[in-house]
C-alpha cells in the first residue's frame, strides 16, 4: 500500500519531468497564442505550404516513431533492458491508446482531406503518402504515443537533460502529422497533453514506491 496521498506521488512524478514539462509548457503556450491571432483553416495552409523535398522524404519515415510498431517495439526493447520499466512502458502505451480511441469516436472530426473536401486542389500531398479520410482526427494517435513514450523515458532518465531529445522527438513526431495533412494543430496539441498528463498520472501509481521515485 501506498502512503503517500496522491498528490504528493504526482509532485514526485512532477519533479522528475522538470526539464521536460517546462520547453512543453512553453510550446503549448505558443499554440494557444498562434490560435487566439489565426483560424484552424489559417494554420493548416501555412503549414501545408512550408514542404520541401527534404521534409517529403524524412517526416514519413519520423511519423513511424508515433506508430503502433513503435510502440510493440519500443516497449519490448525496454522490456529486455529492464522489465519494470518496459511493462511501465507498455501499460502506459494501453492506457493512453485507450483513451485516445474513445475519443476518437466520441468527438469524430473529420481530417483535413475530409474538412477541406472542396479545396482540396489548394493542398499539397506528400508523395507516396496514403491519405486518411474519416472521422478520426481528435486526437492524434501518433501524437499520443509519442508523447507518452517520451514522457515515460524522460522520467526514468539517469541524465534529465535527455529529456531535451525525447521532447524533441515527440515534437517532430507531432509535426509529421501535420505535415502530411492528417491532422490540425488542435489534434497534434490535445495528443500531447493527454500522453503527458495521462502518463504521469500512471507513473505516479506504478513508478513511484512508498520510499519515493523507484528506479529500474
Request: include cysteine; proline fraction near 4%.
Amino acid at each position: 500500500m501506498y502512503k503517500e496521498p496522491f498528490q504528493q506521488r504526482f509532485i514526485q512524478v512532477y519533479q522528475q519531468l522538470k526539464l521536460f514539462i517546462y520547453p512543453l509548457g512553453l510550446a503549448l503556450l505558443g499554440v494557444l497564442i498562434v490560435r487566439c491571432i489565426y483560424s484552424r483553416t489559417d494554420v493548416y495552409f501555412f503549414i501545408n505550404h512550408l514542404h520541401t523535398p527534404t521534409g517529403d522524404f524524412v517526416f514519413p519515415y519520423i511519423t513511424e516513431l508515433g506508430s503502433t510498431a513503435a510502440t510493440v517495439v519500443f516497449s519490448l526493447l525496454l522490456f529486455f533492458i529492464n522489465k519494470r520499466m518496459g511493462i511501465v512502458m507498455a501499460l502506459a502505451y494501453i492506457i493512453t491508446a485507450i483513451i485516445s480511441f474513445t475519443l476518437k469516436f466520441l468527438v469524430g472530426f473529420p481530417r483535413p482531406h475530409r474538412y477541406f473536401a472542396a479545396r482540396l486542389q489548394d493542398i499539397y500531398f506528400v508523395p507516396g503518402v496514403e491519405i486518411l479520410d474519416n472521422f478520426r482526427s481528435f486526437p492524434s494517435g501518433h501524437s499520443v504515443c509519442a508523447f507518452t513514450a517520451a514522457t515515460v523515458l524522460s522520467y526514468y532518465a539517469k541524465n534529465k537533460y535527455w529529456s531535451f531529445l525525447y521532447l524533441s522527438l515527440a515534437l517532430l513526431v507531432a509535426w509529421s502529422r501535420m505535415y502530411m495533412s492528417q491532422h490540425f494543430l488542435e489534434d497534434v496539441t490535445a495528443g500531447a497533453i493527454l500522453g503527458v498528463f495521462v502518463s504521469m498520472i500512471w507513473l505516479s501509481f506504478a513508478a513511484v514506491s512508498t520510499n519515493g521515485i523507484s528506479r529500474p
